[in-house]
């Protein structure tokens, strides 16, 4: 299936980009004995500019161990997402972080909502999205201001704030090593993990929607 991808970006150019789907399913137990490191991940979180401003993130209220005790089956999707020289060419140096937050969020527009129609259709599983929550936006999360949550029924969290690493996982897990730019130049592709975890086995074709090549 080929397809080139175009979301409006603002200011921005508007950017044409590739996206490939992959697919890892293994038991949870296996997948958090190679990649669950919460103290080490945790600690980083707290150096974050955003600390302590979006209830998907930690501190959390609960044990993550614990929450993770009632799922068996770890289904994790790691999408590669490719712009076209062109759109990285139309991008000014200044622009380049602005630039990939938005191409993300773009995306995540795409595999969200079939993550939450995964969730709905699988009793006892749980979605982890491609970053933090952004059910609130453009307003704020209420937690900058001491406010309980607005969603707390429907709001996720992503697999890196509960610990895991994202970096192993998309390197030794999909084969998809993370890319960074440098200064005032993008990298070659952006990655993005986003996981469906569950009690029961879901089968593969479940994620077709999401395991795509276009």
Avoid at 46 to 71: G, K, Q
Avoid at 83 to 95: G, I, T
Avoid at 134 to 147: E, F, V, Y
Avoid at 160 to 189: C, K, N
Wanted: charged share 25%; proline share 8%.
């Amino acid at each position: 299936m080929a397809l080139r991808c175009r979301r409006p970006m603002g200011s921005i150019a508007e950017p044409t980009y590739h996206i490939e789907g992959t697919l890892r399913q293994l038991p949870l137990a296996d997948y958090m004995a190679e990649y669950f490191d919460p103290d080490r991940f945790f600690a980083l979180c707290e150096h974050c500019p955003t600390y302590l401003t979006n209830w998907s993130c930690p501190p959390f209220a609960f044990d993550v161990r614990e929450a993770l005790e009632r799922y068996r089956y770890a289904h994790i999707l790691v999408h590669r997402v490719t712009p076209d020289k062109q759109s990285w060419a139309a991008c000014l140096p200044d622009e380049v972080g602005d630039y990939c937050f938005r191409l993300m969020g773009a995306v995540r527009d795409l595999i969200d909502p079939l993550l939450y129609q995964l969730e709905r259709q699988h009793a006892g599983s749980r979605l982890f999205t491609a970053g933090r929550c952004r059910l609130c936006q453009p307003q704020a999360c209420t937690r900058s201001a001491g406010d309980p949550c607005r969603h707390p029924d429907q709001m996720r969290s992503s697999l890196e704030s509960w610990g895991f690493d994202l970096s192993g996982t998309t390197e030794r897990l999909a084969g998809i090593p993370m890319v960074w730019g440098q200064e005032g130049h993008p990298p070659r592709y952006l990655t993005m993990v986003s996981a469906l975890l569950s009690a029961e086995p879901v089968p593969a074709e479940s994620f077709e929607r999401l395991v795509v090549r276009y």
